[in-house]
C-alpha cells in the first residue's frame, strides 16, 4: 500500500500544479515582454543611427577626394541631370513604391519622390560603384589619391537597409554648393541634410521641402546629419 502511494505521487505533475505552473509564466511573459520589446527597439535604433552615420561620413570622404558632392547622376555638373536624394537599394529598386513615403510633415511626401523629392540616385553608385548604367565611370578616378583630386572609393563594403528592412534616404538637394537644378543658394544654406531611416513605422515624418526649414528628423525618424539647417 505505502509502495502504491509512492508510486502515485512520484508518477508526475497534477492538474492543479501545472495549471500553477502554466500562470506564473503567463505572469512573468506579460512583466518582461515589455522590456523585451523596448530593448530590441532601442537595439534597433542605435543601429539606424550607426549606419546613417557611416553614410553620411562616406559622403564626406567623397567630397573631400573628388571637390564636389554626389549629386549627378550623367557626370555633368549643374545640368538638369542631377539627382536630390540618395537611396540606399541598387539603382534599379530605386522606385517610388520601394522608398519609404512621408507625411505629418510639410512635404515629406517628397521622400520617396514627386515635389522637391527630385529625381533619386542609388548610394551604390556613388560610394561603391563609380558608375550608373548610362555612364561608366561616373566620376575620375584619382590615381595617387589624394592628389590629384578625384574618386578614391569604395568609401563602404556595403550599403546595409535599415534595421526595419527598408532603405536608407539622404536628401542630397539641400547640400552647400550642390548646384542642383532649381535650388537657390538660400535654400542651400537653411536646410538640414540627413540620412534618415523611416523608423518603426516605416513613414518619414521629417520634412523635405524648399519652401520650409528642414531641421533635426522628426516623428520616429533615425538618422544623421551631414550639415545642420539654419535659420
Not at 35 to 46: A, E, H, L, P
Not at 207 to 217: E, G, N, Q, R
Request: charged share 15%; aromatic share 6%; hydrophobic share 40%.
Amino acid at each position: 500500500m505505502v509502495q502504491a502511494q509512492q508510486r502515485r505521487k512520484s508518477s508526475g505533475f497534477t492538474l492543479v500544479e501545472i495549471l500553477v505552473a502554466v500562470a506564473i509564466l503567463a505572469l512573468l511573459s506579460a512583466a518582461l515582454t515589455p522590456m523585451v520589446i523596448k530593448y530590441v527597439n532601442d537595439g534597433r535604433r542605435t543601429r539606424a543611427l550607426s549606419d546613417s552615420q557611416a553614410l553620411g561620413q562616406a559622403i564626406l570622404a567623397f567630397n573631400l577626394d573628388v571637390g564636389r558632392w554626389p549629386v549627378n547622376g550623367d557626370a555633368n555638373p549643374n545640368d538638369a541631370g542631377e539627382i536630390s536624394r540618395l537611396v540606399g537599394l541598387p539603382a534599379a529598386e530605386v522606385t517610388a513604391a520601394n522608398i519609404p513615403n512621408g507625411t505629418g510633415a510639410t512635404g515629406a511626401g517628397n521622400w520617396n519622390g514627386g515635389g522637391s523629392g527630385g529625381t533619386a540616385g542609388a548610394l551604390e553608385d556613388h560610394l561603391i560603384l563609380n558608375r550608373t548604367t548610362a555612364v561608366n565611370p561616373l566620376y575620375t578616378a584619382s590615381p595617387t589619391a589624394p592628389e590629384p583630386a578625384g574618386w578614391n572609393g569604395p568609401y563602404l563594403k556595403q550599403i546595409p537597409l535599415d534595421p526595419w528592412g527598408r532603405p536608407y534616404v539622404c536628401n542630397v538637394r539641400y547640400l552647400d554648393a550642390a548646384a542642383v537644378n532649381g535650388v537657390t543658394a538660400v535654400e542651400e544654406d537653411r536646410h538640414a541634410v540627413s540620412c534618415l531611416s523611416a523608423g518603426a513605422d516605416g513613414t518619414f515624418n521629417t520634412s523635405f521641402d524648399d519652401a520650409t526649414l528642414l531641421t533635426t528628423p522628426g516623428g520616429d525618424d533615425v538618422g544623421w546629419l551631414i550639415q545642420g539647417g539654419r535659420s
